[in-house]
């Protein structure tokens, strides 16, 4: 398992510096510069310039870059607000992303375990029909369809949730967003675990076990929950890359001070340093949680461990 | 004692037999995989279902645009947010072009068909706020919306479907690097890649295929690579291989049929995601520019008026809801179909 993990990291590690790489040479070809402000004159423009290390060779400027990266420092925000460093704008920020984001993981992924370990179970007509309606809405409708469906229902018609984010009650108004995120992880989460525990219940040491009297809910949790997780695991990761770019839009419907929402305005007000600063957050974010999910499938299934590749 | 009979051949030893050709009944005939495909997607009632809607909605982005008396883009600033009429439903009292309309003395219906004196135009969708007919809007936003999907698609598979027939085919020291190379791209977040490109192109139909071209060709590739990979051994390749075949012959002519079918199913499913990203970045800001109409710009109008004019969301709303399940209703089907 050592040797899994570390090739596992050093593959890592080599992705976030190729994505730095091209995060750097991207900022290089923007158009525009962020002292877009004509009032400006030539040499005041050269000594922000100078300020900013932006006079300096290309190579230089990337090392800096680099090294002020893994320091921690994102640089500052040009013009959003100007002069501060970007790390502040996420400190209170990515609390709020991070919240929604799990708890729309976590609320789905329970779902949908539950709803598809009741589909493997019940096998009658009617349940078979109203779990494959609602996994092919979750799957094929996006996110941000059903968050303008329930921001009009829920919270324009019957005004039962906020419509807009508030600060003084996080939890209660952040229900929508979560809502409309976590339908999808449920209906793809649903939908795996149904095929897989439909497998594992016909195999034959689910068999072995009931013959020798085990308790039924033992065999649910040990054996079939367990082995339904594995495939459960892989699809994780598409989900969280689906919830990334969902979230963007939601906080933005919902007015969520979140990432997203800082991303969506650095985009919209040419704050380079700042899309590019959130562009290396999410993109490391994103290889830190493919790294859990592989340490996590490797705990879940031994074979993986044993050099193996699943199948 | 036995005596010793010698055997004599007679001409009826062996008869000829009866020049008739034996008809195959149809559990004896051979199909191809293609034709039994074809029949257990069509068995499938959901499938047909998917592929009914699919057809309904390119007849529509062809045609629905032309079938209004109003063009898509033909501004009239004197009849603004008009809500639906609809020339039968009107004289029922539904959808007859008045709405309710919260005011701050209290809720009060307004027709403004009556109050403009519009009595013989109907506008089936409504109009926006530059008084531009919704029904002809929608149509040539789906129409906008399908050749953006189109168009990625299919360079998706072609750079994925031969990147992942390279590498799977070739095997060795060629596959491994370009899969490290696949694995590296494919760690960064689509997000990510999309809003970057398209921070630094010009905003427009053809840096937004561009941008859906290079996120979406990976899992095209990953397929192909492992369809092949599962298909190249088996018997008749190497029978191919046997025989002295060439390796474009034994890529074009025995391996690339037989990984179609899951080819096909992946172009399904990536039609809805380019819609979906196309929609997206006009969410963000970075879609079609401002005048052009997708599904995108036109879900982001409709929702930024969500509050006063619900109409306006609807028609659109549904196009995609529509779109997307017809195509993964298709998919599925494709997947069973083939399995």
Same mark, same amino acid.
């Given at each position: 398992m050592g040797r899994y993990l570390r090739r596992r990291i050093i593959i890592s590690i080599s992705i976030l510096f190729v994505i730095l790489l091209i995060l750097f040479l991207l900022m290089q070809f923007m158009p525009g510069s962020p002292f877009n402000d004509a009032k400006l004159s030539e040499e005041q423009v050269a000594s922000l310039k100078e300020s900013y290390g932006l006079d300096k060779p290309v190579i230089v400027q990337f090392f800096r870059y680099i090294g002020?990266?893994?320091?921690?420092? *994102?640089?500052?925000?040009? !013009?959003?607000?100007?002069? +501060?460093?970007?790390?502040?704008?996420?400190?209170?920020?990515?609390?709020?992303?991070?919240?929604?984001?799990?708890l729309s993981l976590i609320f789905g992924t329970l779902a949908g375990l539950t709803l598809g370990l009741i589909a493997a179970f019940f096998r009658s007509r009617i349940i078979k029909v109203i779990f494959n309606i609602l996994t092919l809405l979750g799957i094929a409708v996006p996110?941000?369809?059903?968050?303008?469906?329930?921001?009009?229902?829920?919270?324009?018609?019957?005004n039962i949730f906020p419509m807009l984010y508030d600060f003084r009650s996080p939890m209660f108004s952040s229900a929508m967003p979560i809502l409309a995120l976590s339908l999808s992880v449920m209906a793809v989460i649903g939908q795996f675990t149904r095929s897989e525990?439909?497998?594992?219940?016909?195999? #034959?040491? =689910?068999?072995?076990?009931?013959?020798?009297?085990?308790?039924?809910?033992?065999? &649910?949790?040990?054996?079939i929950l367990r082995n339904s997780l594995i495939p459960v695991i892989t699809v994780m990761a598409s989900l969280l890359v689906s919830l990334l770019t969902g979230s963007l839009v939601i906080e933005k419907?919902?007015? =969520?001070?979140?990432?997203?929402? *800082?991303?969506? +305005?650095?985009? !919209?007000?040419? #704050?380079?340093?700042?899309? &590019?600063?959130?562009?290396?957050?999410?993109s490391a974010l994103y290889i830190v949680v493919m790294l859990i999910l592989d340490i996590l499938y490797c705990v879940v299934d031994p074979r993986v461990r044993l050099g193996g590749k699943p199948s | 004692m036995a005596e010793n009979v010698i055997y004599t051949p007679q001409d009826t030893d062996f008869v000829p037999a009866a020049k008739e050709r034996k008809e195959l009944t149809s559990s004896e005939t051979v199909t191809g995989s293609k034709n039994d495909m074809r029949k257990r997607f069509f068995a499938q009632k959901s499938a047909v279902a998917g592929l009914v809607i699919l057809a309904l909605l390119t007849l529509?982005?062809?045609?629905?645009?032309?079938?209004?008396?109003?063009?898509?883009?033909?501004?009239? *600033?004197d009849r603004t947010n008009l809500p639906p009429r609809v020339p039968w439903l009107a004289s029922m009292g539904i959808l007859d072009g008045s709405e309710k309309i919260?005011?701050? !003395?209290?809720?009060?219906?307004?027709?403004?068909? $009556?109050?403009?004196?519009? +009595?013989?135009?109907?506008?089936?969708?409504?109009?926006?706020?530059?008084?531009?007919?919704?029904?002809?809007?929608?149509?040539?936003?789906?129409?906008?919306?399908?050749?953006?999907?189109?168009?990625?698609?299919?360079?998706?598979?072609?750079?994925?479907?031969?990147?992942?027939?390279?590498?799977?085919?070739?095997?060795?020291? +060629?596959?491994?690097?370009?899969?490290?190379?696949?694995?590296?791209?494919?760690?960064?977040?689509?997000?990510? =890649?999309v809003t970057l490109l398209m921070l630094v192109l010009q905003p427009g139909m053809g840096s937004i295929i561009i941008a859906l071209m290079l996120s979406g060709w990976i899992e095209m590739?990953?397929?192909?690579?492992?369809?092949?990979?599962?298909?190249?051994?088996?018997?008749?390749?190497?029978?191919?291989?046997?025989?002295?075949?060439?390796?474009?012959?034994?890529?074009?002519? $025995?391996?690339?049929?037989?990984?179609?079918?899951?080819?096909?199913?992946? &172009?399904?499913?990536?039609?809805?995601?380019?819609v979906f990203l196309e929609a997206?970045?006009?969410?963000?800001? *970075?879609?079609?520019p401002a005048g052009s109409c997708s599904l995108g710009t036109m879900l982001t109008d409709g929702f930024s008026n969500v509050l006063l004019h619900i109409y306006k969301l609807i028609p659109t709303a549904t196009l995609m809801v529509l779109l997307m399940v017809g195509c993964h209703l298709v998919a599925k089907g494709l997947k069973k179909a083939s399995e």
């Open positions: 002020k990266m893994l320091k921690g420092d *994102l640089g500052v925000s040009y !013009s959003i607000a100007p002069n +501060t460093p970007i790390t502040s704008l996420l400190v209170n920020r990515f609390p709020v992303t991070l919240r929604i984001g799990f996110s941000y369809m059903f968050a303008m469906f329930f921001s009009w229902t829920l919270g324009y018609k019957c525990a439909e497998d594992v219940i016909k195999s #034959d040491y =689910v068999l072995l076990a009931k013959t020798t009297g085990m308790k039924s809910s033992t065999i &649910i949790i040990k054996y419907m919902f007015a =969520v001070p979140g990432i997203g929402g *800082l991303l969506t +305005t650095a985009i !919209s007000s040419n #704050d380079y340093s700042v899309v &590019i600063a959130l562009s290396f957050v999410y | 529509l982005a062809v045609i629905g645009p032309y079938l209004s008396s109003h063009d898509y883009d033909d501004q009239q *600033l919260n005011k701050t !003395s209290g809720a009060v219906t307004v027709n403004r068909y $009556e109050e403009l004196g519009i +009595t013989d135009e109907y506008y089936i969708f409504g109009t926006d706020n530059l008084g531009r007919d919704m029904f002809a809007r929608a149509f040539m936003g789906l129409r906008v919306s399908l050749i953006i999907a189109l168009a990625a698609t299919v360079i998706n598979l072609l750079i994925g479907m031969n990147y992942g027939i390279i590498s799977g085919y070739f095997g060795g020291m +060629t596959d491994i690097i370009m899969q490290r190379i696949i694995d590296i791209i494919g760690s960064i977040p689509t997000l990510v =890649v590739s990953r397929i192909s690579r492992a369809e092949v990979l599962k298909v190249k051994e088996l018997e008749y390749v190497q029978a191919a291989r046997t025989l002295g075949a060439s390796h474009r012959h034994i890529i074009f002519r $025995e391996i690339m049929p037989n990984i179609t079918g899951k080819l096909v199913t992946q &172009i399904m499913l990536s039609i809805p995601s380019a997206f970045l006009s969410f963000v800001g *970075l879609g079609m």
